[in-house]
């Protein structure tokens, strides 16, 4: 497996944001949705890494920087395809996007997911992140969970 930039003129970045997004619609309402687009991964402030293989993009993940009075990352797109979860690739993408914001010096990186990603959320606290509140324009939300993670 190779690690590899999400280029937003890629084929396997366009497919894996699509499985994305379905997952995402099947779980929850769409309206809840605040998610990356393919579009934005050109932006300045956005770190976006996958792991590929024959299949194509496998693992996936970002980050993006937020200002809201002060700097912070955003840990955006994490997906892991069905077929490969349980192998620690989620927990090496976020290894990297951490690796990335600790270099950048991002003082705190935060996050929203949706209480049905159990996983997602015992990766979270595995990894040192804590409940929080709403950030940036994100709101209180049964649909939302947020958590974050300061950097020392």
Not at 116 to 134: D, M, R
Request: overall charge negative; charged content about 20%.
């Amino acid at each position: 497996m190779k690690l590899v930039d999400l280029d937003p003129c890629d084929q396997d970045v366009i497919n894996v944001f699509a499985d994305i997004d379905r997952l995402i619609s099947s779980l929850y309402p769409v309206a809840t949705s605040q998610a990356l687009t393919v579009n934005e991964l050109g932006l300045p402030g956005v770190y976006a890494v996958g792991l590929k293989n024959q299949d194509g993009i496998v693992a996936c993940g970002a980050i993006v920087k937020q200002f809201d009075g002060s700097w912070y990352g955003e840990i955006r797109r994490l997906y892991v395809k069905p077929s490969y979860r349980g192998k620690g690739l989620s927990r090496r993408i976020m290894q990297i996007l951490l690796h990335y914001a600790g270099e950048e010096e991002i003082p705190i990186i935060k996050l929203e997911t949706g209480p049905k990603q159990i996983q997602s959320i015992h990766l979270y606290e595995n990894l040192g992140f804590v409940q929080c509140a709403p950030f940036g324009e994100y709101t209180e939300n049964p649909n939302s969970l947020f958590m974050e993670l300061a950097l020392s």
